[in-house]
């Protein structure tokens, strides 16, 4: 369920692009139903030899029921349905859903469809921010903390299930999210400590294709530091940098490095009109399953195609703003020059983002 929240966290505010699942003492053995609607367009304008640009142009439609039989426990079920303007008909995909959510104080555990995606607040480099529109639904089980002194985020995500003599192999990610608060002042000035984890594992045991089982690790942490202001028409400067690592546990062959790393940098100035961010990424043989693509070292368009040094700047304008009751609006433009190549790329994207939920009482 999408939910506005007032604080920010990873590299990038996701706000309103975010899936959460409301767990409320005053909506104890009640019945429910909500829709919510998910409006894309994102164009990249890509001409690198690592990632060309496409335009992801259409909906999200999630009609759910549910019921909370408690003030610990919430059951939901309903259908994701996306639609790409132009693209399969009637849609690009049709999904179940279904969610047990477990709520006491800060904590929480999920069985089923999980709050996935930009949920989990990882960077860039890890977790590519387009899933929000390709990969939206994620099933599994998930443990979270929430709290105004640590965030929490432990998941598995079954991605690809087999039988016996299944002809493909089993798809798993599983990853861990955490902010750490460690230090606050009374005037705004905070010191956070992010460490982040995600491991992507292709294999099983009991399908033809059991040979060339890969597990790919990438690990992130760093640190952040910000001053808010009140009454002020700039609302936040904030600092963060993360050092990154890159591993491939297995020995497959499948890709061209075992190892890398990368640094990555942000400088945003908060005002209340716009954001600005600036962004520096520098990285050797680093490679990401579900990370971002252009920060990769290996071409998604040309796999035989790797550049072992990448070494990007970005300059991100961006804005996050309420427009009327559960109508969000989220619009990006975001130029990047990569300095080895000497070539200038820029995307854009504008979301709109709405739910409505229904109480049937008790």
Avoid: C
């Avoid at 909906?59 to 426990?73: A, D, E, I, M």
């Amino acid at each position: 369920m999408m939910t506005a929240k007032t604080f920010a966290f990873a590299q990038l505010d996701n706000t309103f692009l975010r899936d959460e699942m409301a767990v409320s003492e005053k909506d104890s053995n009640r019945f429910g139903a909500s829709f919510s609607l998910f409006n894309y367009m994102r164009n990249t304008e890509y001409f690198n030899n690592i990632e060309l640009g496409r335009t992801l142009f259409g909906y999200h439609f999630q009609p759910k029921l549910f019921y909370q039989p408690n003030q610990h426990v919430k059951l939901e079920a309903g259908l994701f349905l996306r639609n790409d303007f132009g693209g399969i008909n009637p849609y690009t995909e049709a999904l179940p859903t279904f969610t047990l959510k477990i709520k006491n104080n800060n904590f929480s555990f999920l069985f089923g469809t999980l709050e996935g995606s930009l949920s989990h607040r990882l960077i860039e480099p890890m977790y590519n921010i387009e899933y929000a529109i390709t990969k939206r639904i994620e099933n599994g089980a998930q443990f979270k903390y929430d709290s105004k002194k640590l965030f929490f985020d432990a998941w598995v995500n079954w991605e690809n299930f087999i039988e016996r003599g299944s002809p493909y192999k089993e798809i798993v990610t599983a990853g861990l999210s955490s902010m750490v608060s460690i230090y606050e002042s009374k005037n705004g000035f905070k010191i956070k400590l992010p460490v982040q984890f995600l491991v992507h594992h292709h294999g099983g045991q009991i399908n033809t294709d059991s040979l060339n089982m890969t597990v790919q690790m990438n690990v992130a942490s760093g640190l952040r530091i910000s001053q808010e202001f009140e009454n002020s028409f700039v609302r936040e400067l904030r600092l963060d940098g993360y050092y990154t690592v890159y591993h491939e546990s297995t020995n497959s062959g499948y890709f061209p490095f075992r190892d890398g790393n990368g640094v990555y940098a942000n400088a945003l100035v908060r005002t209340k009109i716009l954001d600005l961010m600036v962004s520096y990424w520098n990285s050797n043989n680093y490679l990401a399953p579900r990370g971002s693509y252009i920060y990769q070292s290996q071409s998604l368009d040309v796999p035989t195609h790797t550049e072992k040094n990448r070494e990007l700047l970005f300059v991100r304008l961006m804005r996050e703003q309420p427009l009327f009751d559960n109508l969000y609006l989220t619009a990006r433009f975001e130029p990047v020059y990569d300095l080895q190549n000497k070539i200038f790329d820029y995307s854009y994207s504008v979301y709109f983002s709405y739910k409505k939920e229904f109480w049937f009482g008790k």
